[in-house]
């Protein structure tokens, strides 16, 4: 039971390239959500998934998209990566129903030169 | 609109002694609130939820409405304490805001 899974956990960019960055769960929790972690601003949601085939946008959407794919999987896309995107990328999940916590992956650790 | 600020950026203490981590929020509705901690370079894990009043690792949280917050106690601090410590608020059920985070460092 691996619970939330991210890949990559590295990954170096130049400025300009795209990445995809995956998730993948088997809890079976309906929502999804992909956030990141900078020093000194905590986390900072960028989109979720309330349920399969439904995205919103977070706080800081601009420069992403993402995908939910199946109730499974739910991918960040950098179409044309900046070095403000430099930072540490967390998926989580959550059931979906009120009062219960969301489980995180390991994160993946992103460099943008 | 919602918010969770905890003001101290970095908290160092000895161990043994106290501790207390700051979280206030803001919510018009009734709020469901919890600590997540973060050891170092590893995943953020649920610590505590205020629904449960439970103690997890020696940690309490209580729940004050009158002044809006939620901070996280324990009174005998260990070095393995060590931490990043975020508290969140949910708000319509799957709507999550974390703070900016406590960064707690226990001293020998």
């Known amino acids: 039971n691996a619970g939330v899974t991210q890949t990559p956990k590295f990954q170096v960019l130049k400025t300009g390239q795209s990445m995809t960055l995956q998730c993948a769960q088997d809890?079976?929790?309906?929502?999804m959500y992909w956030y990141r972690q900078d020093p000194g601003m905590g986390l900072r949601l960028i989109y979720y998934?309330?349920?399969?085939?439904?995205?919103d946008k977070g706080e800081v959407p601009n420069g992403y998209n993402v995908s939910r794919l199946n109730k499974r999987e739910f991918s960040l896309r950098l179409e044309s990566a900046a070095p403000s995107q430099t930072s540490v990328y967390f998926c989580?999940?959550?059931?979906?129903?009120?009062?219960?916590?969301?489980?995180f992956g390991d994160g993946t650790r992103l460099s943008i030169l | 609109a919602q918010r969770v600020t905890q003001p101290e950026k970095l908290l160092s203490v000895f161990k043994g002694a106290p501790v207390e981590l700051k979280c206030n929020y803001s919510?018009?509705?009734?709020?469901?609130l919890f600590w997540y901690v973060q050891y170092s370079r590893q995943r953020l894990q649920l610590l505590l939820r205020?629904?449960s009043r439970e103690s997890i690792k020696g940690f309490t949280a209580d729940l004050n409405k009158g002044e809006t917050s939620f901070h996280l106690k324990k009174p005998f601090a260990q070095e393995e304490d060590s931490a990043m410590y975020y508290c969140?608020?949910?708000?319509?059920?799957?709507?999550?805001?974390f703070g900016p985070g406590t960064r707690l460092s226990v001293l020998p």
């Open positions: 989580a999940t959550q059931t979906g129903n009120s009062n219960q916590p969301q489980h």
């Open positions: 809890m079976n929790h309906n929502s």
């Open positions: 998934s309330a349920s399969e085939g439904t995205t």
């Open positions: 919510y018009s509705g009734s709020p469901e």
């Open positions: 205020h629904i």
């Open positions: 969140a608020l949910v708000y319509y059920g799957q709507n999550f805001v």
